[in-house]
Structure formats: structure tokens, C-alpha cells
């Protein structure tokens, strides 16, 4: 069971570039989360998606873009990258009901030059 | 505008009890969790609270006053393990979560 996975680990990107994160759960979780977490900021959720074929603004929504084609993936586009989105990017998921805990993958590194 | 307010850092011995506060302002409220976070790696669920009052899970409690927009997450016979920063989480909506900046506790031997 490998629960929530991403991809890529790390990843250094030219400015300008367009860049997609991929986030993958097998926990059958209907909700699902990108967040950034930059030094001294903590976590700051990107995008969120409650169920397959519906996603929603976060707190700092601009410059991303997210799909839920799926139960299982959620992946994160950044269509022009900029050297402020140099940041760690965690996915999570819950599954949407009661505690709503969230379950965070392992996630990616990136660095915009 | 929305914040969470917690310490930066907080340092403890071995074997003691140690409380990390969280004041949160923010426009809803459903709950408020608890994650910790050792360096490089993932956040992991520690506790919720959706009602006022204690809720205990092993070593760790937390606890939670709405009409004073606070909680704390009690650590208590602490291990050179739970060396970590550790988030506070307010859920405004069902799905929407702004977290606390973080408090890095060091475990000392």
C-alpha cells in the first residue's frame, strides 16, 4: 500500500517554463490538497478538489492550475513558472467526512531559476 | 484577515510535559488539528478538536476553546523523537485550511 505518492521528487526549472506536478493516492479518499510550504510560512493550501470533477481556490491560488480527472490523481500545473513559485509542494488527501484527516505524500522540491 | 498565532520555538527536556498554544483569527471555523513535521519530511496528523475541551491520544493531548479562539496540543514524557515543528490547522470550511507558521520544539537530553 503505498498510500499517496508524487512525482517528481525534485525538479530545478528554467523561469517561463511550464511544469506539472503529479499526486497519486490509492486510499479511494474523495478529497484532495496542494499546498506550498515555504521557510517561515508554514503550509499554505494551493487548491483542493472534494471529489472527482470539481476543484477549489485556496489561499494562494495564482499561477497554479489543478484537475481531478479521477478519484486518484491530482496533479498541479504551473503554466509559466516564475522564481517565487521555488517552493516544497506537499500533496494531501481525506477523505472528506468526520476528523477529515489530512494524509500527506512525501513531497517535491522545486526550484525556479 | 486570517492568521494563526503560535511560538516559533519552544525547548524542553527529556521525560517533561510541554504545551504548544495556537490563537487562531480566521473568517470559519470547523476545527482545529494538529500536525507534526520532522525535517524533510511529510506533515502527520497528530489530533482534532471540532468542540471544546480536552481530547487525549496517548502521550498527546489537545485542546480546544472556541469563545477564546484557542487551543494547545500537550506533549507530555517527551522523547528525543518528538524533536519536530509541529502546525496548527484552523478548517474555515470543509475543505479549506489555513495553517499555523509552526513551532519548532527541541528535545534536549
Known amino acids: ?113 | 484577515g486570517q492568521s494563526l498565532e503560535q511560538p516559533s520555538e519552544v525547548t524542553a527536556v527529556e521525560g517533561a510535559i510541554v504545551q504548544i498554544n495556537c490563537t487562531y483569527q480566521t473568517s470559519g471555523f470547523y476545527g482545529l488539528s494538529w500536525y507534526q513535521q520532522h525535517d524533510g519530511g511529510a506533515p502527520t496528523f497528530l489530533s482534532y478538536n471540532a468542540l471544546d475541551g480536552l481530547e487525549e491520544t496517548g502521550r498527546f493531548s489537545s485542546f480546544l476553546s472556541r469563545s477564546d479562539s484557542y487551543g494547545y496540543l500537550l506533549l507530555q514524557e517527551l522523547q528525543m523523537k518528538d524533536s519536530a515543528s509541529y502546525f496548527c490547522a484552523v478548517a474555515e470550511g470543509t475543505y479549506k485550511y489555513i495553517f499555523g507558521t509552526g513551532t519548532r520544539l527541541k528535545v534536549l537530553a
Not at chain 1, 486510499?27 to 472527482?52: E, F, K, P, V
Not at chain 1, 486518484?72 to 468526520?98: I, R, W
Open chain 1, 1 to 113: 500500500i503505498a498510500g499517496i505518492t508524487q512525482a517528481p521528487t525534485s525538479q530545478i526549472l528554467a523561469a517561463g517554463r511550464r511544469m506539472t506536478l503529479r499526486c497519486t493516492q490509492d486510499m479511494r479518499h474523495n478529497a484532495m490538497y496542494w499546498y506550498r510550504q515555504d521557510l517561515g510560512l508554514g503550509l499554505r493550501l494551493i487548491h483542493y478538489s472534494n471529489t472527482a470533477g470539481t476543484t477549489g481556490k485556496g489561499e494562494v491560488p495564482d499561477g497554479y492550475s489543478v484537475s481531478r480527472a479521477n478519484t486518484d490523481d491530482f496533479p498541479l500545473t504551473l503554466a509559466s513558472a516564475v522564481p517565487s513559485q521555488t517552493s516544497v509542494y506537499f500533496c494531501a488527501s481525506s477523505s472528506g467526512t468526520g476528523v477529515n484527516e489530512q494524509f500527506f505524500g512525501p513531497g517535491t522540491r522545486l526550484t525556479v531559476l
